[in-house]
């Protein structure tokens, strides 16, 4: 799937689940839309290990900034951000 960039020319293909903020507790992550809630966990584990037994989980809270998680993307309209957290 190719995306138009801000500027109209082709961007790249997203991948499934990509992290855009890893913190020490929490992580947010934009999605594909068909990407379940396994595949969101174990890309995030992949990405950016935790070194915890338990790992990165989807957060059972709202985003701090009130959102429900997930949320709508708001640059791909067929994708979702999550937030986990460990």
């Known amino acids: 799937m190719t995306h138009l960039g801000l500027n109209g020319t082709a961007a790249q293909t997203l991948p499934l689940v990509a992290p855009y903020s890893v913190g020490p507790c929490f992580m947010s ?6 990407a379940t809630k396994e595949d969101i966990e174990r ?22 900034s009130g959102e429900p998680n997930p949320c709508p993307c708001t640059h791909h309209p067929e994708r979702k951000h999550w937030l986990l957290s460990c």
Request: glycine residues 10%; charged residues 20%.
């Open 29 to 34: 992550v934009c999605a594909a839309g068909n």
């Open 43 to 64: 890309v995030a584990n992949d990405k950016a290990p935790t070194g915890l037994a338990h790992g990165w989980e989807i957060h059972s809270k709202k985003f701090a």
